[in-house]
């Protein structure tokens, strides 16, 4: 297998998930998807990555521990949502994260992934470096995220198709078509409420699993206060529980 088809073979499996359990029918699970890991890959340490994955047949079952999510500000403050839709409150985050373990290995009911696979730390298209070319075959970063599109994204909506999540969090309202590509219909509703002065899309796929998308969670300029998380939780509970 060369690194072109490594790159395929991983990005079609589980290559930018954090993982956790899928669900299934009979149970299904909450997905959380971003859009790419942060800090970014190197080009060597990408490769590394890749042969690792594949060779052991890696199908991403999650993080070792809770504490793990925790430690990061985009997981407490996807923990402070996840809490609030379960009937909780953003303060009791950590609580909820010990307790029911969302993404950790063998610990059921949640998912966590991205719409892309390599790392970046931003999403700004001049991160995508030369020796990626050599791994992926794409001199760009846009040829990378068309294929993504074209490739990634039916595989990613299979999952879905299989496994029918209740709900999936998007994170990144401006990347609504994308969202909307990896796990809707092309003609599915898509409504708009603004919540807290702050943007809240959702509908739902022909699996009827409610997709959400919100403004990103680790920023200034999004969901970040506790007041808006909280009124964006319950909102949530509330259009799961009306389905």
Known sequence: MDNRELFQAWSLGYGGC?????????????????????????PADL?????????????????DGWEENINYRFNWQLMKLLSVIHGGYVSEYKQFAEE??????????????????????????????SGFLDITGFHQKSDYLAWCH???????RQWAEVSQPKLIICLGKSYLP??????????????EEVIDEKVLYWGRNSQQSL???????????????NVSIQKFGEHIAALMQAA
């Open 178 to 191: 994308e969202f909307k590509m990896a796990f809707m219909e092309p003609d599915a509703v898509i409504h």
């Open 18 to 42: 954090d993982g956790g359990d899928l669900g299934s029918p009979e149970k299904p699970a909450i997905w959380a998807c971003g859009i790419e890991w942060g800090g970014g890959h190197q």
């Open 211 to 225: 997709v959400v998308v919100i403004p990103f969670m680790a920023n200034r300029h999004g969901l970040n206060r």
């Open 47 to 63: 490769l590394k990555q890749m042969e690792e994955n594949v060779s052991s047949q890696w199908n991403s079952s999650g993080y």
């Open 150 to 156: 074209e490739h990634r994204f039916p595989q990613m």
């Open 100 to 129: 029911h373990q969302p993404f950790v290995q063998g610990k059921s009911g949640y998912f966590k992934m991205n719409l892309y696979p390599i790392a970046f730390k931003d999403t700004n298209d001049t991160r995508w470096q």
